[in-house]
């Protein structure tokens, strides 16, 4: 690889390259000055040998008004904005004047331009063409049909996503849960607790903000699909967030066996009761 970088400009040696970089500008200065220098003994032979004659102030001025006179008849173009909007020079507004004149004051024909009335049939046709796709022969589809649609469409790959095994995990809710006594669904529930809810129900479910969750009374229903209801929308009302949001369905089932299984162990400083009675 070092030889076939070193076979080409690079020498391998920084200060090389720079002494070659340097030769090259000075090469090419060379020439560019060689190329001026050439302009300029061609120009002082032409002159020495056919001096060109200085005008006079008078030709000067002839001249100038010569190139003015001839600049005058060479036609203006149009700018691309007038030929855009179809705009007509001043000196040719004589001839848009119309017949009619109202207190004296004339009117000019000036059409509309071209790009807008294409523009504006354009809109008709659209328009014709929406009506009779949408309200006539009902080929397409209306926005609030489209909602159906896609509602649909979201409830079925929410079944598909939820019958793929790998994502079981997700399809608990608060229609399909059960109750589980099982120690890893317990464990995961009290570590989730413990750095979730003790804020608000303490360490032991006790309660302090949010209500005792170790007895038989409860604000929101004690079903394990009541709590679980619960816990993933939370009680905005009285500040308790939806942990949808930050946990997983499965996390949540977790919580709700946890809480349930505190029922009776009569925690100390425990919080009056609340709520209905299971």
Avoid at 71 to 89: D, N, R, T
Avoid at 154 to 178: D, H, R, W
């Amino acid at each position: 690889m070092n030889e076939a970088v070193n076979s080409g400009w690079s020498t391998g040696s920084t200060s090389v390259d720079i002494v070659i970089g340097l030769m090259l500008v000075t090469a090419i200065i060379i020439l560019c000055v060689s190329i001026l220098m050439l302009k300029v003994i061609k120009f002082y032979i032409k002159e020495s040998t056919n001096p060109t004659r200085f005008a006079t102030p008078e030709e000067k001025a002839r001249l100038k008004q010569e190139e003015e006179a001839a600049l005058a008849l060479i036609p203006k173009k149009p700018s691309i904005w007038s030929k855009l909007m179809q705009l007509k020079p001043l000196e040719e507004e004589k001839d848009l004047v119309m017949e009619h004149k109202f207190d004296g004051i004339a009117e000019l024909n000036n059409p509309t331009p071209a790009w807008f009335m294409v523009l504006f049939y354009a809109t008709i046709i659209f328009a014709i063409g929406y009506l009779l796709n949408y309200h006539v022969f009902g080929t397409g589809k209306l926005q609030d049909e489209e909602y159906v649609v896609e509602l649909e469409q979201a409830e079925e790959a929410k079944l598909a996503f939820l019958a793929n095994p790998v994502n079981a995990a997700s399809a608990v809710n608060e229609n399909n849960i059960e109750l589980s006594k099982e120690d890893a669904v317990i464990k995961s529930g009290a570590s989730l607790f413990a750095n979730r809810c003790t804020p608000c129900h303490g360490d032991h479910a006790q309660g302090i903000v949010g209500p005792n969750l170790t007895d038989e009374y409860w604000l929101h229903g004690g079903t394990v699909k009541e709590v679980f209801k619960t816990i993933k929308y939370g009680v905005p009302e009285k500040g308790m967030i939806a942990w949808e949001k930050s946990l997983s369905a499965q996390q949540i089932a977790d919580i709700t066996n946890y809480v349930l299984s505190l029922q009776g162990s009569n925690p100390a400083g425990a919080k009056a009761p609340q709520g209905d009675k299971l």
